[in-house]
């Protein structure tokens, strides 16, 4: 296994040199951090968590408790906060709760192990009491994406401004009568968008035009009785959905009843899973930031672990990647 020895001799620096970017220390130029960093990584070099531990008196390791990983997005996320931590050094303690109870178990199981944690939330609570034990106990964490708004740093999604610009670019292809289909969870957002977005377009908004579905691919096949219905009934030209596991499944129910997409009905989806560029035909989607949102969040802990800093709050925003359905 290369050593910090094997690094400096390589790059022709000394051990300290290494160390001071091994650990992101300052007053070192810029051409010998950049050949520091490629000497570690030709080598495979991995600095040791425990010696480093005991140096710093940190345990050297980040806890992510996740909800449900129900989109690309998501699962990206965690993929690119869990490599940036481990090339600094840290062991990744992940664990999984799929309600608010689980989460507040997990929280206080794993916090004790590590030095700061990453919460894709379920909560519910703007004062949910696992935070509030965090926070008492000085313990680093980031949420990322809650529910509701809280007072502790966050990482914020706009996804109404992400369903306006779907209402603005439907009406600019002539599509008049919108449709929604959403889940109950975080529909709200989606909702407001919705009739913001209307508004702005100087369209009627009718609660007749809202669909609520189950969740999933399921969900959204089984929402396509309702909305043949309503295409029918009120000509609807144009929908938006929850995420794109509900677009592909009313996709595929609707097909089966000849509807053509996108000549008779455009289709909008919400997350870019990767799938979407290879359905017949391609899904046009709102799309969420991914690995930047997981470097913001990378950044913004290790800092506050190593140097005390004070973790920032930042909403990132959405916008339109267009294909064949819309």
């Known amino acids: 296994m290369p050593t910090i020895n094997d690094v400096a001799r390589k790059c022709g620096v000394s051990t300290r040199t290494v160390s001071r970017v091994l650990n992101d220390r300052p007053n070192v130029r810029p051409e010998v951090r950049q050949r520091v960093l490629a000497a570690a990584d030709q080598l495979g070099y991995r600095p040791d968590p425990n010696a480093r531990a005991l140096k710093s008196g940190r345990k050297q390791v980040v806890g992510i408790v996740a909800n449900s990983v129900s989109s690309d997005t998501t699962l990206h996320r965690i993929e690119v906060i869990s490599k940036l931590f481990a090339t600094s050094g840290y062991a990744v303690l992940m664990q999984f709760a799929e309600s608010p109870e689980m989460e507040d178990t997990a929280i206080r199981s794993i916090a004790p192990r590590c030095d700061g944690l990453v919460i894709f939330s379920n909560l519910h609570s703007a004062h949910a ?162 690995g930047d949102v997981g470097a913001f969040i990378y950044e913004q802990l290790k800092n506050a672990i190593e140097y005390g800093t004070t973790i920032e709050s930042k909403t990132f925003g959405t916008g339109l990647v267009l294909r064949a359905s819309a």
């Open 129 to 290: 009491p696992a935070l509030l034990w965090l926070d008492s106990r000085h313990i680093p964490f980031v949420v990322v994406d809650p529910p509701v708004d809280i007072t502790f740093p966050a990482v914020h999604i706009d996804r109404r401004s992400g369903y306006r610009e779907g209402v603005r670019y439907l009406v600019q292809k002539g599509r008049r009568e919108l449709l929604l289909v959403v889940e109950s969870f975080r529909a709200s957002e989606r909702i407001a968008g919705f009739m913001e977005g209307l508004e702005r377009e100087g369209l009627r908004f009718r609660s007749s035009r809202i669909i609520h579905s189950a969740k999933g691919f399921k969900g959204g096949a089984d929402a396509a009785s309702q909305v043949l219905e309503l295409i029918k009934q009120e000509h609807i030209d144009g929908i938006l959905c929850h995420n794109d596991k509900i677009a592909l499944g009313l996709l595929g129910a609707l097909q089966k009843q000849g509807i053509a997409i996108p000549e008779q009905l455009s289709l909008i989806g919400f997350d870019d899973d990767g799938y979407d560029a290879y359905i017949n035909p391609a899904l046009t989607t709102i799309a969420q930031t991914g």
